[in-house]
């Protein structure tokens, strides 16, 4: 597993590969607009998913490391 301290840099870097991944796949469909099936279109969906998922868990982490920062501080 990942290190709690690296863990926003891993969600970023994936979240960037997934990005590059989804745009190279939206890429590929735009030059081959006559050849699009519903299955194409479900991928793309999926890792639009995958990346807004690593988003919000990033800010979910965010958001508990000021409330544990505030907590500390409070005590």
Same mark, same amino acid.
């Given at each position: 597993?990942?290190?709690?301290?690296?863990?926003? &840099?891993? +969600? @970023?870097?994936?979240?960037?590969? *997934?990005?590059? $991944?989804?745009?190279?796949? %939206?890429?590929? /469909?735009?030059?081959?607009?006559?050849?699009?099936?519903?299955?194409? &279109?479900? +991928? @793309?969906?999926?890792?639009?998913? *995958?990346?807004? $998922?690593?988003?919000?868990? %990033?800010?979910? /982490?965010?958001?508990?490391?000021?409330?544990?920062?505030?907590?500390?501080?409070?005590?």
């Amino acid at each position: 597993m990942v290190n709690h301290k690296h863990h926003k &840099v891993f +969600i @970023g870097i994936t979240t960037i590969i *997934i990005l590059v $991944i989804g745009l190279l796949v %939206g890429f590929s /469909l735009a030059a081959n607009l006559e050849t699009i099936d519903l299955e194409i &279109v479900n +991928i @793309g969906l999926a890792f639009t998913n *995958i990346v807004l $998922i690593l988003i919000i868990g %990033g800010l979910v /982490l965010e958001i508990k490391e000021m409330v544990q920062f505030k907590r500390r501080r409070n005590k």
